[in-house]
């Protein structure tokens, strides 16, 4: 059974930090490209934040670029988030995503809420 289980949302200042982790079992974890997306009330889709392939190359959505790093340890079938100078528009449900050729498999989401 796939489980991507993630952990670390929570209520920040603007300016502050959060680091988002996403364990994965179930699946080749060093096979698969690991993302984190982001959902907005209102918003039809989820939007790409970051995504790190199973080779180590990283890409980010533009607006996270400079405050977001993603980044994955094998070992303990983990990706991670770390975001720095949080903002407003940040805030959302976070979701984890494991992508493999025809697969693709999401966590439950954690929420990030950016409010002084």
């Known amino acids: 059974q796939v489980q991507l289980v993630e952990s670390g949302g929570g209520l920040v200042q603007p300016g502050g930090s959060l680091r988002l982790s996403c364990v994965a079992s179930g699946i080749g974890f060093r096979l698969y490209a690991m993302g984190w997306y982001r959902h907005t009330p209102g918003k039809q889709q989820r939007d790409l934040v970051a995504v790190i392939t199973s080779s180590g190359s990283t890409n980010y959505a533009d607006s996270v670029k400079g405050r977001f790093t993603i980044s994955r340890d094998n070992a303990k079938n983990t990706v991670y988030l770390q975001m720095v100078n949080l903002e407003p528009d940040d805030t959302a449900v976070y979701y984890c995503?494991?992508?493999?050729?025809?697969?693709?498999?999401w966590g439950q989401g954690t929420q990030v809420t950016v409010s002084s």
């Open positions: 995503n494991a992508d493999w050729l025809s697969r693709s498999y």
